[in-house]
């Protein structure tokens, strides 16, 4: 952004706001001191700050305004937001560089195959099931934004990683990008897929679980049907905070096909019971969230009921190491785990404060003495 605009950005938030804020001193009348203030810990200022939110008038007219200026004018919208072109909206965790990201890409790696190595002395499978990034399946709609020079390398640098340590980890990009002529397999304004995206992916992982591996119990028979098409406003629609005054400068919904998965017929054994699962299911909210029905298209193409140990916004690695440490897994240990990892995760940090520092650290050395950490360059 030149200097020019720049200064004229200043000067149009000074006029926005100007007016609105002088008008705001007036409710300063209202405002009745604590008994006893403090200017010393700053709670008179906390207190005065605290009245002047509640009592700033058109304050969501002010967001509005600035939200329509940045997007008109700019093109961007809250941090966080990437906005592409044809109403398309993208996560800047998919272009931005990370801090330290190549140091917990590595750590994060050796993780990954210490959850291989403790599931191996149960002798249970792994397979990885890695979701490209939006702007890797949907390039032609960033517009002039590119990822950097970290995330353009993380899809074949993962696959990589894992390929040389040994864990099943099929191309799911491929497939995808077969599909999205007929369907699209992301949604435009979610970081999430679609629940075409999702059986596409299913399809792809049960076609490799079929050909590498016997599933113990007899075959059964899931169906999937679309119980509804309804509009669906993004999650990354949050980053625009354009409604209600400029709701119609907002991209157009997308339009989600829901779909649901049944057993095609009863029995007097509970299909969907967490006895004697074959196959577990651990990642994201692209696994968690019923919206995208991902378990459900796994059921129905692995032909075998599963249990859905995945969890919405804590990362995929959080809902695993929770995994390796449940009553479930030491109770009902199932034949094969499914791993949804979306990519853009890995060179991220995560939040381990409930897990023990020590087990943590003996599970990534575990992973390092495996050599996968070394396997990523």
């Known amino acids: 952004m030149s200097r020019p605009i720049k200064t004229l950005y200043v000067v149009l938030f000074i006029l926005l706001l100007l007016p609105v804020s002088l008008l705001a001193l007036t409710r300063l009348a209202d405002y009745h001191m604590p008994a006893k203030p403090s200017v010393l810990n700053g709670s008179l200022a906390k207190s005065i700050e605290h009245h002047y939110d509640e009592n700033f008038p058109l304050k969501q007219a002010g967001i509005n305004l600035w939200a329509a200026l940045e997007y008109l004018a700019f093109g961007e919208g809250r941090s966080g937001l990437v ?57 032609e709609h960033t517009g002039a934004h590119q990822p950097s020079a970290l995330q353009r390398s993380l899809y074949p640098r993962f696959h990589r990683a894992v390929r040389n340590a040994g864990i099943a980890a099929p191309d799911l990009l491929g497939p995808l990008q077969a599909a999205k002529s007929e369907a699209p397999m992301f949604l435009r304004t979610d970081t999430h897929w679609t629940p075409q995206g999702a059986d596409v992916t299913a399809r792809a992982l049960s076609d490799v679980v079929h050909s590498a591996m016997q599933l113990r119990g007899e075959p059964q028979q899931f169906v999937t ?68 029905n991902f378990a459900g298209a796994l059921r ?3 032909q075998r009921d599963l249990a859905n140990y995945a969890e919405e916004g804590g990362g995929p690695l959080v809902p695993m190491l929770k995994y390796l440490q449940s009553e479930e897994l030491k109770n009902d240990p199932p034949q094969l785990v499914i791993w949804e990892f979306p990519e853009r995760y890995l060179p991220m940090t995560s939040d381990f404060t409930d897990f023990d520092p020590q087990w943590l650290a003996a599970l990534k050395n575990g992973g390092e003495r495996q050599g996968l950490a070394a396997a990523s360059h």
Do not use: C
């Not at 909206?89 to 140091?103: C, I, T």
């Open 300 to 302: 129905e193409h692995l």
């Open 225 to 292: 049907e679309t119980v509804q098409t309804r509009s669906h406003q993004g999650d990354l629609t949050r980053f625009l905070p354009l409604a209600p005054l400029f709701e119609s400068l907002m991209p157009q919904a997308d339009r989600l096909q829901q779909r649901e998965t049944h057993a095609a017929e009863a029995s007097g054994d509970d299909l969907f019971g967490d006895s004697d699962l074959p196959v577990a299911l651990v990642g994201t909210s692209y696994s968690a969230n019923p919206s995208w």
């Open 83 to 139: 906005v592409g072109e044809d109403g398309w909206l993208y996560s800047d965790e998919e272009f931005d560089p990370v801090a330290d990201g190549q140091r917990q890409l590595r750590d994060n790696l050796a993780l990954i195959r210490g959850v291989q190595r403790q599931l191996e002395e149960r002798d249970i499978q792994l397979l990885l099931a890695i979701v490209p990034a939006k702007t890797r399946l949907y390039p």
